[in-house]
């Protein structure tokens, strides 16, 4: 089932987009004088080309750009904009054909009839017409699954491989119909140039990116279990793959009995000059299971990374607050990692003057801010990181919970089948000397995450003091 956080992203481009095709579409019919008759058919076209604008931003939007994910801060709001855009396209496009045969009422049973297949007998129009009932029918079909059905990860990754035909009856829909956007040279070269650009990112998303991504290859160094937590720490191949704490990679693995399907995982620990990385995986469903067959020396691809989550934190301007709930605190354990881990920094004249520059974390001279984590479960047993987190104190420079608690860092595990839903104002009076002056960072349900974004600014938190990672795919 499609869940979308109530967080604010920016739809600019895309308002722009829409309003420059209504633009284009309003002012040709002025210049040429092309009115309707119907006036329903305003409606009705200014929906079929506001969806068919968002449509394309959809595909766009999932190529995994990085000039994309720079422009909206991260792949997880890219990700946010995609699926509410997939959304709201569906329910837009829906106004086209009500709108567009509305003036056959009060016959109902015309109007009936104009929303399903029609005979064409050689007539090009109702041609076309056909050809958008049946994108109509596909497009409920795949956004019906994705919104009110909760599919297996690679049953929903394999149901978004057929929007790509969507597009294709689309534009053969536009051409066989022959009306607005073909009769209007303006409005016909900036839609087909938006049709082209999401063609062009359908294929290459689909056939290409295997290619022609961000790729790494791998070797499995090593794998530890921890009670239902896989930890795999990865060696490079050959080349080095450049990353930060809380990125996530797509994981591709090829060897029998693991699916090979990419699953987006999140990087567990900082940066190191051997450019090794660990990810903590909970083996929740069929594929993660399947990872016990992981031995060390095979061979995996990576693609990525991804994310800005991180990057306040190593800005280190602000003091922390880390809140994860359930598989939401993934993202957390590298940042974690790095904060309790300032022994294994190197010296600005060993790392270099690049080194210091991209990862300012890795060198001894970066202060860490102190951070206060706090790991949201509604059970014990499903705190399966719980052991990780702590284990990762004991190993730190400070050897255990005393010295790490008197430089200033803590942690705590939040039960809410205990203690109730966990609130802002619980943690400002958990945080030593508040939470006003530090950096809020949140992952987890959006409705944890949408309930304390509100909480935190009702307390006076600013908005550019909470950060959030919202990568739920489905």
Same mark, same amino acid.
């Given at each position: 089932m499609l869940t979308a956080s109530k967080t604010r992203q920016d739809y600019r481009p895309v308002i722009i987009? +829409?309003?420059?095709?209504?633009?284009?579409?309003?002012?040709?019919?002025? $210049?040429v004088q092309d009115w309707f008759d119907n006036p329903w058919k305003y409606p009705a076209k200014a929906a079929s080309l506001?969806?068919?604008?968002?449509?394309?931003?959809?595909? +766009?939007?999932?190529t995994r750009a990085r000039c994309i994910e720079g422009y909206f801060n991260g792949l997880d709001k890219v990700y946010q904009i995609h699926k509410r855009l997939g959304k709201w396209s569906f329910f837009i496009i829906l106004l086209h054909p009500l709108f567009l045969y509305l003036d056959r009422l009060p016959d109902v049973a015309a109007f009936l009839r104009r929303l399903w297949l029609l005979p064409h007998e050689g007539n090009r129009y109702l041609l076309g017409h056909n050809l958008g009932i049946a994108a109509l029918i596909l497009m409920s079909c795949l956004v019906g699954l994705t919104l009110w059905i909760k599919l297996p990860y690679h049953l929903w990754k394999k149901s978004h491989e057929w929007f790509g035909l969507i597009l294709l009856v689309v534009i053969t829909h536009i051409v066989a119909v022959n009306r607005d956007i073909a009769a209007y040279p303006f409005l016909a070269a900036w839609m087909y140039s938006l049709l082209g650009l999401a063609a062009v990112s359908f294929v290459y998303i689909r056939f290409l990116y295997r290619f022609l991504g961000p790729r790494f290859n791998y070797l499995v160094d090593t794998v530890e279990r921890q009670g239902d937590i896989l930890e795999i720490t990865f060696s490079p191949e050959r080349e080095k793959m450049d990353f930060k704490p809380s990125q996530f990679v797509y994981l591709v693995i090829r060897k029998h009995g693991i699916t090979s399907e990419p699953h987006p995982y999140s990087i567990a620990c900082g940066y190191n000059l051997e450019s090794r990385f660990k990810l903590g995986i909970k083996q929740a469903g069929d594929h993660t299971r399947s990872l016990d067959l992981l031995e060390q020396g095979d061979q995996v691809t +990576? $693609?990525?990374? $991804?994310?800005?989550?991180?990057?306040?934190?190593? *800005?280190?301007?602000? *003091?922390?607050?880390?809140?994860?709930?359930?598989?939401?605190?993934?993202?957390?354990?590298?940042?974690?990692?790095?904060?309790?881990?300032? /022994?294994e920094r190197i010296s600005a004249a060993h790392g270099g003057e690049k080194l210091t520059r991209t990862h300012p974390e890795s060198i001894n001279t970066w202060k860490s801010p102190l951070v206060a984590l706090f790991y949201v479960c509604v059970t014990e047993d499903q705190a399966s990181f719980d052991n990780d987190i702590k284990h990762e104190v004991i190993l730190s420079q400070f050897h255990g919970f005393t010295a790490f608690? /008197?430089?200033?860092?803590? %942690?705590?595990? $939040?039960?809410?089948?205990?203690?109730?839903?966990?609130?802002?104002? %619980?943690?400002?009076?958990?945080?030593?000397?508040?939470?006003?002056?530090?950096?809020?960072f949140l992952c987890g349900p959006s409705p944890m995450v949408d309930a304390l974004?509100?909480?935190?600014?009702?307390?006076?938190?600013?908005? *550019?003091?909470?950060?959030?990672? *919202?990568?739920?795919?489905?």
């Amino acid at each position: 089932m499609l869940t979308a956080s109530k967080t604010r992203q920016d739809y600019r481009p895309v308002i722009i987009t +829409v309003g420059i095709t209504l633009i284009l579409w309003l002012g040709s019919k002025w $210049y040429v004088q092309d009115w309707f008759d119907n006036p329903w058919k305003y409606p009705a076209k200014a929906a079929s080309l506001t969806a068919t604008v968002m449509m394309c931003w959809c595909i +766009v939007l999932a190529t995994r750009a990085r000039c994309i994910e720079g422009y909206f801060n991260g792949l997880d709001k890219v990700y946010q904009i995609h699926k509410r855009l997939g959304k709201w396209s569906f329910f837009i496009i829906l106004l086209h054909p009500l709108f567009l045969y509305l003036d056959r009422l009060p016959d109902v049973a015309a109007f009936l009839r104009r929303l399903w297949l029609l005979p064409h007998e050689g007539n090009r129009y109702l041609l076309g017409h056909n050809l958008g009932i049946a994108a109509l029918i596909l497009m409920s079909c795949l956004v019906g699954l994705t919104l009110w059905i909760k599919l297996p990860y690679h049953l929903w990754k394999k149901s978004h491989e057929w929007f790509g035909l969507i597009l294709l009856v689309v534009i053969t829909h536009i051409v066989a119909v022959n009306r607005d956007i073909a009769a209007y040279p303006f409005l016909a070269a900036w839609m087909y140039s938006l049709l082209g650009l999401a063609a062009v990112s359908f294929v290459y998303i689909r056939f290409l990116y295997r290619f022609l991504g961000p790729r790494f290859n791998y070797l499995v160094d090593t794998v530890e279990r921890q009670g239902d937590i896989l930890e795999i720490t990865f060696s490079p191949e050959r080349e080095k793959m450049d990353f930060k704490p809380s990125q996530f990679v797509y994981l591709v693995i090829r060897k029998h009995g693991i699916t090979s399907e990419p699953h987006p995982y999140s990087i567990a620990c900082g940066y190191n000059l051997e450019s090794r990385f660990k990810l903590g995986i909970k083996q929740a469903g069929d594929h993660t299971r399947s990872l016990d067959l992981l031995e060390q020396g095979d061979q995996v691809t +990576v $693609y990525g990374p $991804y994310g800005r989550f991180s990057e306040r934190f190593l *800005d280190a301007e602000r *003091d922390c607050v880390f809140i994860g709930g359930g598989i939401g605190i993934t993202p957390f354990l590298g940042m974690w990692h790095v904060a309790l881990h300032s /022994e294994e920094r190197i010296s600005a004249a060993h790392g270099g003057e690049k080194l210091t520059r991209t990862h300012p974390e890795s060198i001894n001279t970066w202060k860490s801010p102190l951070v206060a984590l706090f790991y949201v479960c509604v059970t014990e047993d499903q705190a399966s990181f719980d052991n990780d987190i702590k284990h990762e104190v004991i190993l730190s420079q400070f050897h255990g919970f005393t010295a790490f608690e /008197e430089r200033g860092h803590s %942690y705590e595990l $939040y039960l809410a089948s205990r203690q109730g839903l966990i609130s802002a104002e %619980y943690i400002h009076h958990r945080v030593k000397g508040g939470v006003k002056e530090r950096n809020i960072f949140l992952c987890g349900p959006s409705p944890m995450v949408d309930a304390l974004i509100m909480q935190f600014s009702e307390l006076g938190i600013g908005k *550019d003091q909470i950060i959030t990672e *919202d990568f739920n795919l489905l």
